[in-house]
């Protein structure tokens, strides 16, 4: 997904859970059944500031509430999968119990969680799916689902538009099976609506800036042509953005997902057409709930089954701008106007309520 894109919605996940190092006898701050020991948290970047500024803080804070014996060992990867492996292998080292983990690499994720589960070690993906191996539960939105409903916002704007031409796709990196998952829905969604697909793009690393560079040459090549983009995050439909603007050509419609917020402020001021709120709070701690199951010796139950693991997938919401101001604000939103509504944004925000 992922896949990326900071969620700015307390409440993206893309990770891998390994809890370990728990052993029974010491009893949690917040009561729970005793159980205590240490939960490994591995993230695969920083270029979503999300994983540090959401999903870790969230993920640690829940962890604490359930079990105050318990210890969470926190490392980002940064987009290495090498680092990944040596960070994993390094708290099965310190006895960790569960490692949830949103692998950098779904494929190579795979030796991961082979090695934990040698050494009775729990694994919880989180937000990225590991199809190579059978983790011990998942964690995630829907990514087929997202695909979906970025893919279907679209095609229904440019259908009450009476728009023409054809439609770009940008996908997110091709070593992470959630942007597959993405890709397809995506493709479910566009391949009948009568909108041809001019053509599409496998983001290395999830990288904006591979996306614009590559936005650039089709707008370039499908001059005039262009009725919308489906971008796969907000990362690259931000990248997309820079580019029609860079060729000084009005922006199409642009999806996203991740409700960052500077794509919600891109949503909110027109340049961008959609993005999907997943509540990092949402995902962050059922993996925590999930992790302390395992801690405890009382596996999750499963909610559905993806890639022959037992999982818990939650449905995400389209934002745009009919529905931004309700979904993203007021008393129970993960934004402030404060943070979102500064100096260009003003009028904007003003015009759509949001105060």
């Not at 993203?328 to 260009?344: I, N, Q, R, Y």
């Amino acid at each position: 997904m992922p896949k990326a894109s900071l969620q700015v919605m307390v409440g993206g996940l893309a990770a891998l859970a390994v809890v370990a190092g728990c052993s029974a006898g010491t009893s949690g701050a917040s009561g729970g059944s005793g159980a205590a020991g240490k939960i490994g948290f591995l993230m695969p970047d920083i270029a979503s500031t999300r994983y540090e500024l959401f999903d870790a803080p969230l993920f640690k804070a829940k962890v604490t509430q359930l079990c105050g014996g318990c210890e969470v060992l926190y490392q980002n990867a940064n987009a290495d999968a090498a680092k990944q492996q040596q960070q994993a292998n390094s708290m099965l080292a310190q006895g960790v119990k569960v490692i949830v983990i949103d692998p950098v690499d779904s494929a190579a994720a795979a030796t991961i969680v082979k090695a934990a589960q040698s050494q009775n070690v729990k694994v919880i993906a989180y937000d990225r799916p590991i199809p190579a191996a059978k983790a011990d539960y998942y964690v995630s939105f829907d990514n087929e689902k997202i695909g979906a409903l970025i893919g279907q916002s679209l095609v229904a704007h440019l259908k009450k538009t009476n728009a023409t031409g054809g439609i770009l796709q940008v996908n997110g990196s091709p070593t992470d099976a959630a942007a597959g998952l993405i890709k397809k829905g995506v493709h479910s969604a566009i391949d009948s609506s009568g909108f041809p697909l001019l053509a599409e793009f496998d983001t290395p690393g999830w990288q904006p800036s591979k996306a614009q560079e590559w936005a650039s040459g089709q707008i370039t090549q499908f001059s005039g042509r262009v009725a919308g983009v489906v971008a796969a995050n907000d990362g690259t439909g931000g990248g997309v953005v820079a580019a029609f603007k860079a060729a000084n050509v009005p922006v199409p419609p642009v999806t996203g997902n991740d409700a960052e917020l500077a794509a919600i402020q891109r949503v909110i001021s027109g340049d961008q057409y959609n993005t999907i709120s997943k509540p990092i709070k949402t995902v962050a701690e059922a993996a925590a709930e999930d992790a302390y199951a395992f801690v405890k010796g009382a596996p999750p139950a499963a909610k559905d089954t993806l890639f022959d693991t037992p999982s818990q997938l939650f449905v995400p919401t389209v934002v745009t701008k009919e529905n931004v101001a309700a979904t993203m604000f007021g008393a129970d939103g993960p934004l402030k106007a404060a943070e979102v509504c500064a100096g260009t944004y003003q009028a904007a925000c003003a015009q759509l309520g949001i105060k």
